[in-house]
């Protein structure tokens, strides 16, 4: 009767072993599935990386931004209206007015 456990027991660890080679496979597999799939996106990022100076358009610029600027602080300092508009004016109160007085 101990010999039949025996090899029963035997027959049950060498059926595990297998199902966890069996198991691990299959898990390896998808594993390499997984990186070739990341490898293949790589592939495309590095594609599109490659292209991207083409596909960005050259700017040139002819006049330096930063005039347009300084001529507006030269006309305000000079006293000229700038593009703001005119400030309303204000009572005696602090508070905006049309220019017209209340009685």
Do not use: C, W
Not at 4 to 19: D, K, N, R, T, W
């Amino acid at each position: 009767m101990e010999l039949v456990v025996i090899i029963i027991l035997l027959v049950l660890s060498i059926f595990l072993q297998l199902e966890a080679r069996y198991s691990s496979k299959n898990y390896l597999e998808d594993y390499d599935e997984q990186l070739e799939e990341m490898k293949n996106s790589l592939n495309v990022v590095a594609q599109v990386l490659h292209k991207l100076p083409e596909l960005v358009p050259q700017f040139k610029i002819e006049t330096n931004p930063l005039s347009q600027i300084l001529e507006f602080f030269q006309q305000r300092a000079q006293g000229e209206q700038g593009s703001l508009g005119a400030e309303s004016p204000r009572d005696d109160t602090g508070q905006y007015s049309d220019g017209t007085t209340q009685e």
